[in-house]
């Protein structure tokens, strides 16, 4: 057997430890006392012990390291499970599970975390990749709350376009915004608390950030801790019932 695909799976695996050892060292330079004021492709190839043209062959630019960093965070702190938040049956349930994963992310890394979006105010480059992070979540939080709006939603004639099929269809799914039903909901006040799908996704939005999660938990409170407060929260703001 011939001996090169041994081989290229040595290749294979070395570059992996380098990539993930240039990542660590981004990280530590993140966290440690003054590391940002000199945090660059250079210092983070010698805290590798790495060539600068080793950094730009993994990660193409600063940017490009840092989005990498993102990536790591998110999967060390479980994000891949958030699909799962979506295949919730009800959509109370598919919120308390965005919450719950959200939070696990939050305190997987948070000295990270906080170090990042704290930076995010200096760097327009972490700006800019917080920014979109951010938008990621903003979007999972619109599916969720045009769920819930459906469900909250009159079943009678005040809602135009509305009939029981369409209700059964969109029980699972988020409402087209282009739809007569959908353009109810972004246009008129909801059943529930009285909000809007803009103002339901600004609250959850907000409920679900590190910042709120990190006020919460402070310097001793535990992630079990933590979930539940922020489930009965965002309970309470969109004024809904405990399933």
């Not at 369409?166 to 109810?184: F, I, K, L, M, N």
Request: glycine residues 6%; proline residues 5%; hydrophobic residues 40%.
């Amino acid at each position: 057997m011939s001996p090169r695909p041994y081989r290229a799976g040595q290749r294979q695996t070395a570059s992996e430890q380098t990539r993930a050892r240039i990542v660590a060292a981004a990280r530590e330079l993140l966290i440690s006392p003054g590391g940002y004021a000199n945090f660059s492709i250079e210092t983070v190839a010698r805290q590798a012990d790495v060539a600068r043209m080793t950094v730009y062959h993994h990660f193409g630019s600063k940017l490009g390291l840092l989005e990498a960093l993102c990536d790591s965070l998110a999967s060390s702190g479980g994000m891949q499970e958030l699909a799962t938040a979506f295949q919730q049956p009800e959509p109370l349930a598919a919120l308390n599970r965005f919450i719950e994963i959200f939070g696990r992310f939050w305190d997987a890394d948070r000295s990270v975390l906080r170090r990042l979006r704290a930076l995010a105010v200096l760097d327009p480059d972490i700006e800019q990749l917080i920014q979109t992070r951010d938008e990621w979540r903003r979007r999972g939080l619109q599916v969720i709350a045009q769920r819930l709006l459906v469900q909250q939603a009159p079943t009678s004639n005040d809602a135009p376009g509305f009939c029981p099929d369409e209700q059964s269809a969109s029980s699972h799914s988020a409402v087209r915004a282009d739809s007569p039903r959908g353009s109810w909901f972004a246009g008129r006040q909801a059943p529930a608390g009285n909000q809007t799908l803009d103002q339901y996704v600004e609250v959850l939005f907000t409920l679900t950030s590190f910042e709120c999660f990190d006020m919460l938990a402070g310097p001793t409170r535990s992630i079990e801790a933590v979930v539940p407060v922020m489930q009965q929260l965002a309970r309470a703001a969109l004024n809904l019932s405990k399933e």
